[in-house]
C-alpha cells in the first residue's frame, strides 16, 4: 500500500498581509520585514518595485493595455520575439506567449502534436516524462508530473504519459551510480520508446534542472546529449520544460544551452517578466514551425490574453536589464559561492544530506541518514515547520516536501534575485542555515 501524505501542518499563524516591496525585502503590515531568499516561487528575478521596469509597464498601459494578438501585432510583442530568438540562439525562433508557467508547458504539448498531425503522424500521441518531476497545474502539465502530492486529486483524467526513473546524480536508479545514472536513464528512455512503439510516442519531456519536485537537480554530466539522439533516432521530439530553470536562474538563458544541446520545444514562464505582469511563452525550432505553417498556417494553440501587450513591455524591460548589468554572468558565478556558504552555514549538520544546484537555483536536502541517504518521515513536516521558522526569521524561502518518492523527503530551495547584493545573499544564506538549525534542534535531531 502507497504511503499516506501526512495530514497539512497546522501550527503556522495566518500568512501575513505584505503591504509593500523594494528590491530584495517585502514588509507586512505590522512593520516585519523580510528578505526574499526564493524570489517567491523562483519569479522575481529582479526584485520587487523595480523602477525601470515599473516605467515601461506604466507607459505601455496609458498607450494600449492589451491588444488581442490575433487583430494586432504591437512594438512591445515584436520586440519581446527578437530579444527571446538572441537568447535562444540556432534556430529556435517561433513562439506563442501565455500568461503562466502551466499554459506555457500545456502550449508546448499542443505544439508537439500539431507538428505530427501536420506531418502525417497522428498516431504519436503519448508523452514521456519522468517521476519526481514538476511541470505545472494544468491537466496536460499535471499529467506530465511525477509529483504524487500535487498529482493525486485529479489521478485518472489526464492525457497518457509514460513515466520513467528520476535522473540523480544524489539518488541514482538502482545499478547506476553518480557517474553512470546519465547513461542508464537515457537508455531506459530508448527501451520506453520500442516498448511502446516509437510511431505512438510524440514527445520526451524533462527539465534540464529539476525544480520543486526534486530540489535543483542538475541532468547529469552526457545525458541531455544522449536524450537529443534519441529523440532525433525515433521522430520523438525533445521539450525542455524551463519554467522555473530558464530565462537565467541557473546562470544562462536557456538552461539546456549548459548542457550543449537545443530542444525541438521550450517553455519558460517564471523570469520572463520577472513576476511584474504575468508572462511565458512556449518556443520551437523553426523545423517545427515550418511543418505546422505549411499545413495549418498557424499554431493552433492561443488564449485571449495571448500576447498580452503591457506583460510584453515588462518582459522587454526586464530582458534589457539582465542584459544590460551582465546579470546572467552574475548568477553563473554565483553558483558555487552559495553552495560554499551554504555548507559552511550547516557545517556539522548531521542531517545536511546535499547541497546541489547552479547559479541562483541551489537546494539543501534534509535527511535522516546521511550513510544511508534515508528522509526523515513525511509526518514530522519538517519542510513545513523550515518554512514557518524561516518565516519567523524574516526570510522567504522555499521548502518542498516528497522529493524522495512523492511523500517522504525534505528540501529547501534559495533562488534569489539576479540583482542581490552580496550581503544580501549572505543574509539570505545565515537565515536559511539558522532556521534549519532550529527546527531540527525543536524536533531532537540535532
Same mark, same amino acid.
Given at each position: 500500500?502507497?504511503?499516506?501524505?501526512?495530514?497539512?501542518?497546522?501550527?503556522? #499563524?495566518?500568512?501575513?498581509?505584505?503591504? %509593500?516591496?523594494?528590491?530584495?525585502?517585502? @514588509?507586512?503590515?505590522? &512593520?516585519?520585514?523580510?528578505?526574499?531568499?526564493?524570489?517567491?516561487? =523562483?519569479?522575481?528575478?529582479?526584485?520587487?518595485?523595480?523602477?525601470?521596469?515599473?516605467?515601461?509597464?506604466?507607459?505601455?498601459?496609458?498607450?494600449?493595455?492589451? #491588444?488581442?494578438?490575433?487583430?494586432?501585432?504591437?512594438? *512591445?510583442?515584436?520586440?519581446?520575439?527578437?530579444?527571446? %530568438?538572441?537568447?535562444?540562439?540556432?534556430?529556435?525562433?517561433? !513562439?506563442?506567449?501565455?500568461?503562466?508557467?502551466?499554459? *506555457?508547458?500545456?502550449?508546448?504539448?499542443?505544439?508537439?502534436?500539431?507538428?505530427?498531425?501536420?506531418?502525417?503522424?497522428?498516431?504519436?500521441?503519448?508523452?514521456?516524462?519522468?517521476?519526481?518531476? @514538476?511541470?505545472?497545474? $494544468?491537466? &496536460?502539465?499535471?499529467?506530465?508530473?511525477?509529483?504524487?502530492?500535487?498529482?493525486?486529486?485529479?489521478?485518472?483524467?489526464?492525457?497518457?504519459?509514460?513515466?520513467?526513473?528520476?535522473?540523480?546524480?544524489?539518488?541514482?536508479?538502482?545499478?547506476?551510480?553518480?557517474?553512470?545514472?546519465?547513461?542508464?536513464?537515457?537508455?531506459?528512455?530508448?527501451?520506453?520508446?520500442?516498448?511502446?512503439?516509437?510511431? $505512438?510516442? *510524440?514527445?520526451?519531456?524533462?527539465?534540464?534542472?529539476?525544480?520543486?519536485?526534486?530540489?535543483?537537480?542538475? *541532468?547529469?554530466?552526457?545525458?541531455?546529449?544522449?536524450?537529443?539522439?534519441?529523440?532525433?533516432?525515433? &521522430?520523438?521530439?525533445?521539450?525542455?520544460?524551463?519554467? !522555473?530553470?530558464?530565462?537565467? %536562474?541557473?546562470?544562462? @538563458?536557456?538552461?539546456?544551452?549548459?548542457?550543449?544541446? +537545443?530542444?525541438?520545444?521550450?517553455?519558460?514562464?517564471?523570469?520572463?517578466? =520577472?513576476?511584474?505582469?504575468?508572462?511565458? /511563452?512556449?518556443?520551437?525550432?523553426?523545423?517545427?514551425?515550418?511543418?505546422?505553417?505549411?499545413?495549418?498556417?498557424?499554431?493552433?494553440?492561443?488564449?485571449?490574453?495571448?500576447?498580452?501587450?503591457?506583460?510584453?513591455?515588462?518582459?522587454?524591460?526586464?530582458?534589457?536589464?539582465?542584459?544590460?548589468?551582465?546579470?546572467?554572468?552574475?548568477?553563473?558565478?554565483?553558483?558555487?559561492?552559495?553552495?560554499? @556558504?551554504?555548507?559552511?552555514?550547516?557545517?556539522?549538520?548531521?542531517?545536511?544530506?546535499?547541497?546541489?544546484?547552479?547559479?541562483?537555483?541551489?537546494?539543501? +536536502?534534509?535527511? /535522516?541518514?546521511?550513510? $544511508?541517504?534515508?528522509?526523515?518521515? #513525511?509526518? %514530522?513536516?519538517?519542510?513545513?515547520?523550515?518554512?514557518?521558522?524561516? !518565516?519567523?526569521?524574516?526570510?522567504?524561502?522555499?521548502?518542498?516536501?516528497?522529493?524522495?518518492?512523492?511523500?517522504?523527503?525534505?528540501?529547501?530551495?534559495?533562488?534569489?534575485?539576479?540583482?542581490? $547584493?552580496?550581503?544580501?545573499? #549572505? +543574509?539570505?544564506?545565515?537565515?536559511?542555515?539558522?532556521?534549519?538549525?532550529?527546527?531540527?534542534?525543536?524536533?531532537?535531531?540535532?
Amino acid at each position: 500500500m502507497a504511503a499516506k501524505s501526512p495530514e497539512p501542518l497546522k501550527s503556522t #499563524a495566518e500568512l501575513p498581509r505584505v503591504v %509593500r516591496a523594494k528590491g530584495s525585502y517585502l @514588509w507586512d503590515a505590522t &512593520g516585519k520585514a523580510f528578505i526574499d531568499g526564493s524570489g517567491g516561487p =523562483a519569479v522575481y528575478c529582479l526584485g520587487h518595485a523595480n523602477d525601470e521596469v515599473n516605467a515601461a509597464v506604466a507607459a505601455q498601459m496609458s498607450d494600449i493595455a492589451h #491588444a488581442y494578438r490575433y487583430n494586432f501585432t504591437t512594438d *512591445a510583442l515584436e520586440e519581446l520575439t527578437e530579444i527571446i %530568438r538572441a537568447e535562444c540562439g540556432s534556430t529556435l525562433r517561433e !513562439m506563442v506567449y501565455v500568461t503562466s508557467g502551466s499554459e *506555457a508547458v500545456e502550449s508546448c504539448l499542443k505544439i508537439a502534436l500539431q507538428y505530427h498531425t501536420a506531418n502525417g503522424q497522428k498516431s504519436r500521441r503519448k508523452f514521456i516524462s519522468r517521476q519526481r518531476s @514538476w511541470h505545472g497545474n $494544468t491537466l &496536460g502539465a499535471l499529467g506530465l508530473s511525477g509529483f504524487a502530492e500535487r498529482t493525486a486529486a485529479y489521478e485518472g483524467a489526464f492525457i497518457p504519459s509514460i513515466k520513467l526513473s528520476p535522473v540523480n546524480a544524489y539518488r541514482p536508479v538502482v545499478g547506476a551510480d553518480a557517474a553512470s545514472v546519465g547513461a542508464i536513464c537515457a537508455a531506459e528512455l530508448e527501451a520506453a520508446i520500442l516498448r511502446e512503439g516509437p510511431e $505512438t510516442i *510524440a514527445a520526451f519531456v524533462f527539465e534540464p534542472v529539476v525544480g520543486a519536485a526534486g530540489g535543483c537537480v542538475p *541532468a547529469p554530466d552526457g545525458y541531455a546529449k544522449l536524450v537529443r539522439e534519441i529523440c532525433t533516432k525515433y &521522430g520523438v521530439l525533445m521539450i525542455s520544460d524551463e519554467v !522555473m530553470c530558464g530565462a537565467g %536562474r541557473t546562470g544562462t @538563458w536557456r538552461a539546456l544551452a549548459y548542457d550543449g544541446v +537545443e530542444p525541438d520545444i521550450m517553455s519558460v514562464a517564471k523570469g520572463l517578466a =520577472a513576476g511584474y505582469v504575468p508572462l511565458g /511563452a512556449a518556443i520551437c525550432t523553426t523545423a517545427v514551425w515550418e511543418v505546422i505553417r505549411t499545413e495549418d498556417g498557424a499554431f493552433g494553440t492561443g488564449h485571449t490574453f495571448t500576447g498580452h501587450t503591457a506583460a510584453c513591455a515588462a518582459g522587454v524591460a526586464v530582458q534589457k536589464i539582465i542584459a544590460r548589468d551582465g546579470l546572467l554572468a552574475k548568477v553563473a558565478a554565483n553558483g558555487d559561492r552559495l553552495k560554499g @556558504w551554504m555548507a559552511d552555514a550547516l557545517a556539522g549538520v548531521d542531517s545536511i544530506g546535499d547541497i546541489r544546484g547552479r547559479g541562483h537555483f541551489i537546494c539543501a +536536502e534534509v535527511v /535522516a541518514d546521511r550513510a $544511508t541517504k534515508a528522509p526523515f518521515d #513525511a509526518a %514530522r513536516q519538517l519542510h513545513l515547520k523550515v518554512r514557518a521558522q524561516a !518565516m519567523e526569521n524574516g526570510l522567504i524561502c522555499y521548502p518542498v516536501g516528497g522529493n524522495v518518492d512523492g511523500v517522504n523527503g525534505d528540501i529547501v530551495i534559495l533562488s534569489p534575485p539576479y540583482n542581490c $547584493t552580496d550581503a544580501e545573499l #549572505a +543574509e539570505i544564506v545565515d537565515k536559511c542555515a539558522t532556521s534549519i538549525r532550529q527546527v531540527l534542534r525543536a524536533e531532537g535531531l540535532a
